[in-house]
Nanobody, 118 residues
């Protein structure tokens, strides 16, 4: 059974930093685009950042310059480094593994909560 597990969330003060981790199992990690989403209460889930198997990255406007997505194929893991956190970043953060065109499937994790508050 495919497993996608996020960790690293928590409470942080404005201006602080957190690094989220996403570990995967039972997928051929190297062919998946790894994505980080977030969902704040009462809002739709939004894509924050993604990294392709070739390590190309893309960020939402609010994440550019503050967040860094990375992946380590040897560990089948993806990371989201978040700096200069703001209260508006408060949300549940979800990791997803998005398959290639010939294997159109997206696996989701259960999410990890990030709360930015003083």
């Amino acid at each position: 059974q495919v497993q996608i597990v996020e960790s690293g969330g928590g409470l942080v003060q404005p201006g602080g930093s957190l690094t989220l981790s996403c570990t995967t199992s039972r997928i051929n990690f190297n062919i998946y685009t790894m994505e980080w989403y977030r969902q704040a209460p009462g809002k739709q889930r939004e894509l924050v950042a993604l990294i392709t198997p070739k390590h190309d990255t893309n960020y939402t406007a609010s994440a550019k310059g503050r967040f860094t997505i990375s992946r380590t194929n040897a560990k089948s893991a993806s990371y989201l480094q978040m700096t200069s956190l703001e209260p508006g970043d408060t949300a549940a953060y979800y990791c997803a593994a998005d398959g290639p065109n010939w294997h159109p499937v997206r696996y989701w994790g259960q999410g990890t909560q990030v709360t930015v508050s003083s």
